[in-house]
């Protein structure tokens, strides 16, 4: 019997891809941010949202991921900014692949956000490098304060967490400052902002969150 | 459900290192899961199970290292493995850590019958 070390990624392959689209981005001055929830916590509201407030010469562009249907894309569309749905057909999540592929026939020289709503799905899509800058979790106040704790991998891996559907507040018993702790408990760090997207509160939060992170400059080094 | 996919992954990773071995046999494959890896690790032994049959690979097990949450503690240096509810120092109770592990998903190593392996190509 021999031990053969291999210490090798198992998403190797997807790694692979992700470095390279991390390294388009770079190139390309492009600001690419994944946007991760479980089904109907808001990414779709939040997007609308945000497209909304956005000047027509703002250069973004959306991917939005869902297992079947383009319904995501066609509200996103109404903005008027470059939107494809990529469907997945089954999967679960979105991989670098999809990514890839959704970017094909789009100048990245034209583009300097991209947003990208995966699957609505708190689990697998945690596993998956798109080549983000950062990923965004997005959790809304009807899915009870303990998520962040049956769920940590993606709290962990995500920079921000958009407490969402604030307005509901009143009508569900949902301890807000327990599910920060909670939140903290696992992503000591994480960037954290409270928003409505029925009533718009709190959306300036997130919006100067954006803001700062496009200015930053961007890191052509993989974050794992 | 992305188990599937993980333990396809790693089967193609075992085939790829077993034509390395033309004369021996892998017969087991570790892999180490992190508690923040968001990857099942019953469900990825399950689904290795359905896929390795008829795969060409058998006999083919999966053990599974399943790793905890690691933090070193800001104030007093020592590591422990942090639960996800409470992840205080159990030496000094701080609560300054800083995470080491526990987000793995790799392939740690195989084990191989009458190995000499092949020269790279
Ligand atoms: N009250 C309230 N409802 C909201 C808010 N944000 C979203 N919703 C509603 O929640 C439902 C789901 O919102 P979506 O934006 O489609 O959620 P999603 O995360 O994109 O859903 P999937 O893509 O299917 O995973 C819709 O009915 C929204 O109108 C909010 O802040 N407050
Ligand atoms: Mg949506
Ligand atoms: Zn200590």
Known sequence: ??????????????????????????????????????????????????????????????LTGDIQTENDAKRLARSGFPVK?????????????????????????????????NVGNLVCPSSYDLGEAAKVVVFS?????????????????SQLMVLNKIDLLPYVPFDVELAVRNARQIHRDMEIVRTSCQTREGLGDWLSWLARQRKKPRAAAPVS | MHEMGIAS????AV??????????????????????????????????GALVLGSGLEPLALEIEYRSRQHVCAACGRSFAAANEDS????????????????????AYLEVEDGAPAARA
Not at chain 1, 142 to 156: A, C, H, Q, R, V
Not at chain 2, 17 to 27: I, K, L, M, W
């Open chain 2, 9 to 12: 992954s790693v089967l193609d």
């Open chain 2, 88 to 107: 205080a120092c159990p030496e000094c109770g701080s609560a300054d850590a800083v995470f080491s592990g526990g987000d793995e998903l790799e392939i």
């Open chain 1, 85 to 117: 749905q990529i469907t997945t057909g089954g999967t679960c999540h979105l991989d670098a692949r999809m990514i890839e592929k959704g970017l094909a026939g789009w100048n990245l020289e034209c583009i300097d956000l991209l947003l990208i709503e």
């Open chain 2, 15 to 48: 085939r790829a290192e077993a034509r390395r071995f033309p004369n021996g046999h892998v017969y087991k494959v570790v892999l180490r899961i992190g508690a923040l890896a968001g990857v099942d690790p019953d469900a990825v032994s399950f689904c290795f």
């Open chain 1, 141 to 157: 106040v009807t899915e009870g304060e303990d998520k962040p704790l049956k769920y940590p991998s993606i709290f962990f891996k």
């Open chain 1, 1 to 62: 019997m021999e031990r053969l070390p291999l210490e090798r990624k198992v998403l190797s392959e997807n790694d692979r891809i992700a470095a390279g689209l991390r390294e388009r981005f770079a190139e390309n001055d492009i600001l690419c941010l994944n946007l991760i929830s479980s089904p109907g916590s808001g990414k779709t509201s939040l997007l609308e949202r945000t497209l909304e407030s956005f000047d027509p010469s703002e250069r973004v562009a959306v």
